[in-house]
């Protein structure tokens, strides 16, 4: 068992950043798979990127890519999300997701635990 709890989000104009938390209960942080997905007014949850176990591998949604950055520091039982050139698309709440095992799915019926969501508005 894992709980989450995102932090970080907020208000920003666009061409701002933003840099999410997400703190993971539990002595077994490391076992899991970390991801970040999002999900706008209207639409599915969509897929953000996601991080290995050891932190050396990430992989993102092309939308995203050369904008965030997904890290982790195991000691602290934490992954983040920097966030950088946010534009008005990128408006939505933001989850973090633990999945057990080693393989970085990006569906989110994949993911076991979930946060309670942070809410990330870019104004344009």
């Known amino acids: 068992q894992v709980q989450l709890v995102e932090s970080g989000g907020g208000l920003v104009q666009a061409g701002g950043s933003l840099r999410l938390s997400c703190a993971a209960s539990g002595r077994t942080f490391s076992s899991y798979t970390m991801g970040w997905f999002r999900q706008a007014p209207g639409k599915e949850r969509e897929f953000v990127a996601t991080?290995?176990?050891?932190?050396?591998?990430?992989y993102y949604v092309d939308s995203v890519k050369g904008r965030f950055t997904i890290s982790r520091d195991n000691a602290k039982n934490t992954v983040y999300l920097q966030m950088n050139s946010l534009k008005s698309e990128d408006t939505a709440v933001y989850y973090c997701?633990?999945?057990?095992?080693?393989?970085?799915?990006?569906?989110?019926?994949?993911?076991?635990?979930w946060g309670q969501g942070t809410q990330v508005t870019v104004s344009s």
């Open positions: 991080i290995s176990r050891s932190g050396g591998s990430t």
């Open positions: 997701a633990a999945r057990s095992g080693s393989y970085a799915y990006t569906a989110p019926d994949k993911y076991n635990y």
